[in-house]
């Protein structure tokens, strides 16, 4: 479509121009009540990649897809998943409106509540992989974070409040304490039973011998008279 609009002072011109292709950090616009983003590549000349750029190509998501993908995820009732940007600003979340808004870097310094969760995402922003912990509002949360590959710095991390991620773990360990102790008690009385079969006629056999040796012992004594 033309319009007549002239986008050359946009970002996502400028570096398709350089013949790379680019992805906008969604921002929240308070006033349309919507997330936007554009993503946009390079038009080559005559086709040919690799060539000269001579134009973009500019695609705008719907802006709530990357929200639905962190909606979609759920670990327990108040797990959460979010993605953060290489400058640590929150780019997809299950709230909207913390979209191009939230600086999570600098969270911990206006809430000391929120300095672990900082330090997890300043780990994110570097290009970490692994997991952390912290706690808010009564909850403490097990977060897992890696980069996204080839997307300008992009993170993301998936949260679970731990008592719901280990609630699973402790009631297989519970369940796994009463069958032991129920295999232990069960296999105590068995053996208690076995042993008891197999004593029992191991004494009669010895009753036996033992009235046998008395006979012979009588036996013996006649003799000797």
Known sequence: MISGNDFSNQDYFRVAMKGDTYVSTPTYNEDTKAVTYAVSAPLWENGIPGT???GAVVYIPNGEFLNEIMRSIKV???GTAFMLDANGITIADIDSKNVG???SLHLGEKNSKLKKYSEICK???AGENGTGTYSYAGKTKVVAYSPVK???G???GVAAVRNEFLGMFYLSLVITVIFV???TAFGIRNGVLLGKMVVKPIAAVVDRLKLLAEGFRKQMMRRQR
């Open 150 to 152: 080839d997307m300008n």
């Open 101 to 103: 808004v939230e600086d």
């Open 181 to 183: 102790i129920a295999f």
């Open 52 to 54: 000269t750029p001579v």
């Open 123 to 125: 780990k994110m922003v």
């Open 154 to 156: 992009w993170s993301i």
């Open 76 to 78: 327990g009732e108040g």
